[in-house]
């Protein structure tokens, strides 16, 4: 069975910085694109930032200069450190993994996985 837990999230007054992590875990045999989403009250899911299993990055335009991705690939880990935090920046972070794992018969499959959601809140 494969996971995604996140951690990390919490309250910062504007300006301030959190860093959010996410670890996959299970039968794991490679992870293509990893990448996190946010979504506020009211508004639909978005795309803040994915990473490859090459390193090349994508940010959403809101989030340029401010946030940064990284993996660890060793670790099947994604991280996104966001610096000068707004308050729009409220949301519920979700962590997403496009990756290949082995199922009970140790068979090859692909899916896409999410985490469970980790709350920021910005305060102005």
């Known amino acids: 069975q494969v996971q995604l837990v996140e951690s990390g999230g919490g309250l910062v007054q504007a300006g301030g910085s959190l860093r959010l992590s996410c670890a996959a875990s299970?039968?794991?045999?490679?992870?293509?694109?990893m990448g996190w989403y946010r979504q506020a009250p009211g508004k639909q899911r978005e795309s803040v930032a994915f990473?490859?299993?090459?390193?090349?990055?994508n940010y959403a335009d809101s989030v340029k200069g401010r946030f940064t991705i990284s993996r660890d690939n060793a670790k099947n880990t994604v991280y996104l450190q966001m610096n000068s935090l707004k308050p729009e920046d409220t949301a519920v972070y979700y962590c997403n993994a496009d990756l290949k794992a082995v199922d009970p018969n140790y068979d090859l499959y692909e899916s896409d996985y999410w985490g469970q959601g980790t709350q920021v809140t910005v305060s102005s």
């Open positions: 990473i490859t299993s090459g390193g090349r990055k």
């Open positions: 299970g039968k794991i045999f490679s992870i293509n694109v």
